[in-house]
C-alpha cells in the first residue's frame, strides 16, 4: 500500500520574456508549495521565458529580431539557471517539473522542453517536445525519442508531454509502457486566441482526461493565463494585433478513472492548484484495463521507438582538440 501525498499545478503566467524574474518567480512558487507539503510541481509549458504568443500574431518577416531575443533568453542545460530550480526543489524537498525554452550548448537552435527535477535537487533527465506546432516551427527545433522517457523520482515515475503533443498518440503510449505513473502535461493559454475560443479547453479536457484512463496515470495540468504584461509587450515591440487577447488558462488535476481530482481552475487568477492523490489507486484502474500488460495485445499492436538522438550535443572541447 502506498501513502497519499499532494501534487499541484502552477497556473500562473511567468514574468514575460524575462528569465532572471521568471526564475526567481519560479523558486519562490516552488518554496510555497514544499511549505504546503506539496511533493511535485508541474509548471505550464516554457514557462521560462513564456510562450512566444507573437508567432500567431504577427507576419514572420516581422518576428526575426525578437526571435533572436527569445532564444538569448532561453536556458542550457547544464546552467545557472536550471541550478536554482534544482536548488529550489533540493530546499523545498519538492519534485519539479518546469517549461522551459531550452538553448543547445553547442548551436543556435532552441527546443521546447521539460526539466524534470527530483526533491534532492538531482536533475533527472530532460524531454524535448518531439514536433512543434503550426507556427511554433519558427522558434523550436524537433526532439527526438531519446528524451522520450519516463524518469523514477521521490513521488514515483513521472514524465510528460507538451501541448498538441498529446494528439500524438504513439508518443503518449511510449511513456504508458515505461509504467508512467504521474504526467505532467504542460500547456499554454490559447482559449483567448482567434479561432480557439470555444474549442481549445474542450480540447485540453478530452485530451488530459483520456490520456489518465488510457495511461492509468494521474494527470497534472498546469498553463499559464495570457497577463497584461504579454499583451503590452506584444503592442510594445511589434505593434496592435487583433488575434490574442488577455486571460484563459485551464489547470487540473486528473484521476486514472478519467476524472477530476482538483479543478479545473481557470481564467487570470493565479494559483497553486493542489490535490492529494495515491499512487496505489492506479493498481485499482489496472484490475481493468492494464495499457502497459494484459491489455496492450502486443501480439497483435507493437509500439516501436527509436530513442537514438538525432540532435546530439557536440563536445566543444573535442572539436578544439581535433582541429
Not at 532561453?74 to 519539479?96: D, F, R, W
Not at 526533491?119 to 514536433?131: E, F, N, P, S, T
Not at 503518449?172 to 470555444?198: C, K, Y
Request: proline content about 6%; glycine content about 8%; aromatic content about 8%.
Amino acid at each position: 500500500m502506498t501513502k497519499p501525498f499532494k501534487v499541484a499545478a502552477i497556473h500562473a503566467a511567468p514574468v514575460f520574456m524575462d528569465t532572471a524574474a521568471t526564475i526567481d518567480k519560479a523558486c519562490k512558487l516552488i518554496a510555497e508549495a514544499g511549505t504546503r507539503e506539496v511533493r511535485f510541481v508541474v509548471f505550464p509549458e516554457v514557462f521560462v521565458p513564456g510562450f512566444p504568443y507573437w508567432i500567431n500574431c504577427y507576419p514572420p518577416l516581422m518576428q526575426p529580431g525578437l526571435i533572436k531575443r527569445y532564444h538569448a533568453a532561453a536556458l542550457t542545460v547544464p546552467g545557472p539557471e536550471i541550478e536554482t530550480i534544482q536548488a529550489a526543489a533540493k530546499e523545498a524537498g519538492v519534485v519539479v517539473a518546469l517549461g522551459f525554452t531550452e538553448r543547445s550548448s553547442t548551436s543556435s537552435t532552441c527546443y521546447n522542453s521539460q526539466a524534470f527535477i527530483d526533491a534532492d535537487g538531482a536533475l533527472l533527465g530532460v524531454h524535448r517536445k518531439l514536433q512543434p506546432t503550426f507556427a511554433e516551427r519558427y522558434v523550436w527545433g524537433q526532439g527526438d525519442g531519446s528524451t522520450l522517457k519516463v524518469w523514477d523520482s521521490a513521488v514515483g515515475r513521472v514524465g510528460g508531454l507538451a501541448c498538441w503533443e498529446h494528439t500524438n498518440n504513439l508518443a503518449r503510449h511510449a511513456l504508458i509502457v515505461q509504467g508512467i505513473q504521474i504526467h505532467a502535461g504542460a500547456w499554454p493559454a490559447l482559449s483567448t486566441m482567434v479561432g480557439f475560443t470555444e474549442v481549445y479547453d474542450p480540447q485540453v479536457d478530452a485530451m488530459m482526461r483520456s490520456h489518465a484512463l488510457t495511461g492509468q496515470c494521474f494527470v497534472i495540468v498546469a498553463e499559464s493565463p495570457v497577463d497584461q504584461a504579454a499583451m503590452d509587450f506584444l503592442e510594445r515591440e511589434l505593434g496592435p494585433q487583433e488575434f490574442i487577447t488577455a486571460g484563459g488558462g485551464w489547470s487540473s488535476i486528473i484521476h486514472p478513472m478519467g476524472v477530476f481530482v482538483e479543478g479545473p481552475h481557470v481564467g487570470a487568477e493565479e494559483k497553486i492548484l493542489a490535490a492529494e492523490i495515491d499512487l496505489d489507486e492506479i493498481e485499482d484502474v489496472k484490475v481493468f484495463v492494464d495499457s502497459a500488460g494484459h491489455y496492450s495485445r502486443s501480439e497483435v499492436l507493437r509500439l516501436v521507438v527509436d530513442s537514438e538522438a538525432k540532435t546530439p550535443e557536440v563536445d566543444a572541447s573535442v572539436i578544439s582538440a581535433e582541429s
